[in-house]
């Protein structure tokens, strides 16, 4: 039997395993990433050939890679893989792959949600029920219909977020390099009018060195004074001291984050006592997100818009066939070219 061991195996992933089993196969399971995994922990397995993880924004450890000699692949419960060492692997000649889609509809579905929270004040309204301190005044939100949305990045997931939009019968306006022509007349040429134009911005790009603080100081000052900020794409797209300014000056009036920069400090315990602590951009990025929280006007998730059953099973379905034809001798959704 074959170890194959995953990482930051959650229920779900245990509860699908079990009823997927591969044949040759011994599925181990570990809570956190592998990163958090003492090498000590890991000796009895050192000559696996396939592991499986999930996204965080910190690079998986090269250090703990090297412990793995025979290692041949890491199947990323993911569509993302900035998290791993593309060069690393192709130098070892070890195979990433992916999950290329599994929940366009439902990270757009969670980043509308963002939207009507902030649009109609909802958590606010939610919390002051709870506390009886009500004070309808408070609670004043505005329409969607008839509203301008700009979508930056119309791939699966700004292409979904694109339909709601129009069902609530808003105007959308689109930006993309690569134009789809199904939306042909969405499109405008360039950021700016999205910037210029737009009473709502929502993120649907990936995090690349160009795409790096898109949303910048300038950008936010081209935007209307009071567009509503949406990112469920990745922290790093925005530079958050600006976006603090920017709510600060009411050039944001509301941001609907699932995801921040640096934001592993927030959502992940054992990095707090981490070398990462002592890197001066990290600690920047981590205070600037508890200021960020701080807003009334900001509502943060802890990078959950993936997270519904349906799309879990998908990651798990994917994942699960991606070890199995590897070990039957077949790459599939392989992301080194
Ligand atoms: P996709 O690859 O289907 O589409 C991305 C689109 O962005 C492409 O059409 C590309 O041409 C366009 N693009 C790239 N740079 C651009 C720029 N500077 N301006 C305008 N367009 C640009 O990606 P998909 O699946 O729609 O994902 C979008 C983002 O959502 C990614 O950052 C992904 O990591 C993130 N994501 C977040 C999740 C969460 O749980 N919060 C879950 C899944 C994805």
Not at 31 to 38: M, P, R
Not at 192 to 207: A, K
Not at 225 to 244: E, F, H, S
Not at 319 to 333: E, P, R, S, W
Request: proline share 3%; glycine share 6%; net charge negative.
């Amino acid at each position: 039997m074959e170890n194959i061991l995953f990482f930051d195996a959650d229920k779900e992933l245990r509860d699908f395993a079990a009823t997927h089993p591969i044949k040759g196969a011994n599925f181990v399971f570990f809570d956190t990433g592998l990163n958090a995994v003492s090498l000590k922990a890991l000796e009895p397995y050192r000559d696996t050939r396939i592991i499986s993880g999930f996204i965080h924004s910190e690079t998986l450890s090269t250090e703990k890679l090297d412990f793995f000699p025979n290692l041949q692949l890491i199947a990323t419960r993911s569509t993302g893989f900035n998290h791993i060492d593309l060069d690393y692997c192709r130098q070892r000649g070890i195979a990433v792959e992916n999950v290329p889609a599994y929940g366009a509809a439902t990270v757009a579905e969670f980043a509308f949600g963002l939207l009507l929270a902030l649009a109609r004040k909802i958590i606010r309204a939610k919390n002051d029920m709870a506390h009886n301190r009500i004070e309808n005044s408070n609670y004043m939100g505005f329409d969607l219909m008839g509203k301008t949305i700009g979508i930056i990045g119309t791939g699966s997931i700004g292409r979904h977020m694109i339909q709601i939009a129009q069902g609530f019968g808003m105007k959308v306006l689109a930006y993309d390099p690569f134009r789809n022509p199904v939306l042909k007349d969405l499109y405008v040429d360039d950021l700016d009018t999205i910037y210029r134009e737009s009473d709502i911005i929502s993120l649907h790009v990936p995090s690349t060195p160009e795409n790096y603080h898109m949303i910048n100081e300038a950008a936010f000052d081209k935007m209307k004074k009071g567009v509503i900020i949406i990112n469920t794409a990745r922290g790093d797209l925005i530079d958050t001291q600006a976006l603090y300014f920017a709510l600060r000056k009411g050039i944001v009036a509301g941001a609907g984050v699932d995801v921040l920069e640096n934001e592993d400090f927030l959502l992940h315990d054992e990095v707090a006592t981490s070398p990462r602590m002592s890197d001066n951009d990290f600690l920047l990025d981590s205070a600037m997100n508890l200021k960020l929280l701080q807003f009334r006007n900001v509502i943060a998730t802890p990078h959950i818009a993936f997270n519904s059953i349906d799309a879990i099973n998908r990651i798990n379905a994917t994942t699960i066939d991606n070890i199995q034809n590897f070990m039957a001798g077949k790459i599939t959704n392989n992301v080194i070219k």
